[in-house]
């Protein structure tokens, strides 16, 4: 029996061993292999033979203790290793290794696994996936790029194909105005030098001109002939502070009015009224026809904002060509007050640029502050009215913006795909209200959050797995965040190849959270995670398997010695 025992003993200690050696061989193996976790064989004894269960102590006796033989040992577990192993830089933006417990979560045709191993790169089809093809799985992004965080799906990064714009929403104007020149204190006052009537070689006092008249019906008081007639073409071209203004044309049709000619010249002038913008006169600034039958045109103060209107800037286009139209204008008064002008390009959702005009006039002044009024002009408005915002800011008497600083101005862009209106906030607040008399008063756009349309070119990923797009014009969204899981016992995953893990019956359901959260541990993007085999100490433990696995081979030498010695005895 003991013999026997003996033999059985050290056969199963041969087989341990042989595990031993073939789990430590598959770690050295894989000490190269990125994300794997090193694994050991326990051992535990098995049963004993037990020959006496020894005797308590007496009065005669001190008793003895029990007497047994060990029947070898089994192996009690394969435990995989999942403790931190070393990370090292790479070359590539999409490899990742994870500092903490979680795993990455990648899919497949067989399903959702499990890793650690963090070489990523993108696919045809734009999407992150590992080096055997599984898609890395997380929190994608709406339309907006706000993270959608009630399911997972593949992490999609479309480099060179994704393209957007930013909208302008907030400009920011600098420079410094001269608080210390003169205050406006009048606008521009334009009139024509004749007056109309509505009657073939009439009087404007027989049959004056209104804003109801048909422009078919208008004639120059005295003149047989109607300015106009249906069919043509007016096209107006006046000039303001000196520049020339875009041109806006309108048609002639039977039911035109003269007030739609003089609503044509207010809106292409970009004359500002209302609010608490000044009047002149106690008029408002405006095109209107007078108590005298002419056309009269009100403008606002700023030299910078004075009009001029010259025989030739209305003409007529039709078949015969073009033809200056009898209106001529005489300027009673010129706008004063020292200005300021400046053009900027904002952006609209489309990325398309849209030209705005920004100029001031010093509009009052006291021993503690000095206003400025400000007109915003744009070509590209898609209405005819060119005007798109007006106010005020103040400067106290130190030259610091003390009111008005923060305002608002809208900009149509109906005629466009484009989200309308623009709703632009514009800021004053680091504007300066001293400037040397010889420098005068200058503007500059500091800064606009808007740009024209630009291509996804690069990406990063933070330490909270959230993935940054970068396109090429500077803008930058978020386009999804890596997801990680948790396991109450990663002891009971399984391994499927790949370096990759399946959920095991006693692993525990994976507990999905995002990086930085819950233990799961915090991203490191351009780092992977390299094996964990301890290769010093693996091969020390291959040694001393190796010596157990030549003392168990030695028993079974000496039983079989033994045997022979018992088989010569019947000789």
């Known amino acids: 029996m003991g013999l026997t025992s003996a033999l059985t003993t050290s056969l199963n200690g041969l087989a341990l061993n042989e595990q031993t050696i073939d789990v430590l061989g598959n770690n050295i193996a894989n000490a190269g292999t990125n994300g794997f976790k090193s694994s050991s064989v326990l051992f535990q004894t098995q049963l004993s033979r037990t020959l006496s269960v020894g005797s308590r102590p007496s009065a005669d006796n001190g008793g003895t203790n029990p007497r047994q033989i060990g029947l070898g040992a089994t192996s009690t577990a394969i435990i995989k290793d999942f403790s931190q192993g070393s990370i090292t830089n790479s070359t590539s933006p999409s490899d990742l290794a994870i500092q903490g417990d979680g795993f990455f ?53 479309p480099l060179g194909d994704l393209v957007i714009a930013q909208q302008t929403r907030n400009v920011q104007i600098g420079g410094a105005l001269l608080s210390t020149a003169d205050a406006a204190t009048q606008g521009s006052l334009l009139q024509t030098q004749v007056s109309l009537s509505s009657a073939a070689s009439s009087t404007f006092a027989a049959d004056p001109a209104t804003n109801a008249t048909l422009l078919t019906s208008l004639y120059v008081e005295g003149d047989a002939t109607p300015l106009f007639a249906e069919g043509d073409e007016l096209t107006f071209t006046p000039r303001k502070g000196g520049r020339v203004l875009e041109p806006q044309t309108l048609t002639v049709s039977a039911t035109t009015s003269l007030s739609e000619l003089m609503t044509l010249m207010d809106q292409t002038m970009g004359i500002h009224s209302g609010g608490t913008v000044p009047q002149e006169g106690g008029v408002d600034p405006q095109v209107r026809l007078n108590a005298a039958g002419q056309i009269e045109v009100v403008g606002n103060r700023g030299t ?101 600083g923060i305002q608002q101005f809208s900009i149509d862009r109906n005629d466009t795909a484009a989200i309308s209106p623009m709703q632009i906030t514009i800021d004053f607040s680091k504007m300066s209200g001293i400037s040397t008399s010889a420098g005068g008063s200058a503007m500059t756009l500091n800064s606009q959050d808007g740009s024209s349309p630009g291509s996804l070119s690069r990406f990063v990923i933070d330490e909270t797995g959230v993935i940054n797009g970068i396109f090429d014009n500077g803008i930058i969204r978020t386009l999804g965040q890596i997801v990680l899981a948790r396991f109450s016992n990663p002891q009971g995953l399984l391994e499927n190849g790949g370096t990759n893990y399946i959920e095991g019956v006693s692993s525990g359901t994976p507990f999905l959270v995002t990086p930085g959260n819950f233990g799961a541990g915090s991203i490191r993007a351009g780092s992977v995670e390299l094996s964990n085999t301890d290769i010093g100490r693996n091969l020390v433990d291959l040694i001393v398997a190796s010596t157990n696995y030549r003392g168990n081979a030695r028993v079974i030498d000496s039983v079989q010695r033994l045997v022979d010695e018992l088989l010569l005895l019947g000789r």
Request: proline residues 1%.
């Open 105 to 157: 979560i990648v899919e497949g045709n067989n399903g959702v696994m499990y890793t650690r191993a963090g070489n990523f790169n993108l696919s045809s089809e734009d999407t992150l996936v590992s080096l055997d093809g599984l898609r890395v799985q997380g929190y994608g992004v709406d339309q907006d790029f706000n993270l959608i965080t009630t399911q997972l799906e593949d992490i999609t990064i």
């Open 304 to 404: 910078v904002n004075d009009l001029s209107i010259s025989l030739g800037d209305l003409v007529i286009s039709s078949g015969s060509g073009n033809t200056t139209v009898n209106l001529p204008f005489l300027k009673q008064q010129s706008a004063d007050g020292h200005s300021a002008i400046t053009d900027f390009i904002v952006y609209d959702s489309l990325g398309q640029s849209v030209n705005v005009k920004l100029t001031t006039y010093l509009e009052s002044q006291d021993s503690t502050s000095t206003t400025f009024r400000y007109f915003l002009e744009s070509f590209d408005d898609s209405d005819a009215d060119i005007v798109v915002g007006d106010g005020t800011f103040t400067f106290d008497s130190e030259g610091k913006i003390s009111g008005g």
